[in-house]
């Protein structure tokens, strides 16, 4: 036989061996990218406030070297955009599991400021990062969690229920508002149902509304989010509320 026919794939009884290895090595990577992305939520979550985490903070509570680190990532802005990434994902999907039947505009954008809010006090390393300056300048306009907001807030004033003239004005509105309320309560890990709702209907009060009608929207908002909190995996209540 010429020795360019000869037929080089390994045994058959080989291959099982081989996918074995392959798939063992595929989830050791996997565990270790998740290591790297918990060990950035760490740092972010104990970073005093006006320093910028580093790569050398990350490795030291990942407790890995600088070379396996750049096996993963080539900067810390990778680690970060990836944590917003699924941070949006796992968001959205909440938010179309519980509100997308609605058509109450109020009810609707009072969610997204209450699940942050809940979710800081219940998970403070994700309330820590997804407040921090780094995080929100990587909230593109393509972003769907901007987008989100922007299509409630549009859908909101058509109804008759928000009145603003300048939309990125409120956006800011909601979106300041939140991460500040995200950011303070991460840092205490202390649950207050009734300052949550309040930050809310202050929100509402911004684009608007009626106290009374603000309240409504914000009870009810929250009410489907307690009654969803079985789907929410990150919901953890701490005190009653």
Known sequence: MNARQVHLEPPEDEQPEANHRHRVARERR????????????????????????????VIRVADVSR??????????DEVLVEIGRSAASEMLLSYDRLFGPLDDSAVMLATGPLMALARAAMDPPHGAIISHADMIDRTSGEDPRRQLVYRSLNHGRDQGVFKFDAIEAAFDLVIGTSVEGARRISRTGQLDGAGIRETVVMILLGLGMQRPAARRAVDTAWQLLQGASEHLHWWKPVNPV
């Open 67 to 76: 070379g396996t680190f750049y096996k993963y990532f080539d900067t810390l």
């Open 30 to 57: 996997a565990r270790m990218r998740e290591r790297l992305i918990a060990a950035t939520m760490d740092v972010y979550s104990q970073s005093p406030g006006g320093r910028r985490p580093v790569i050398d903070d």
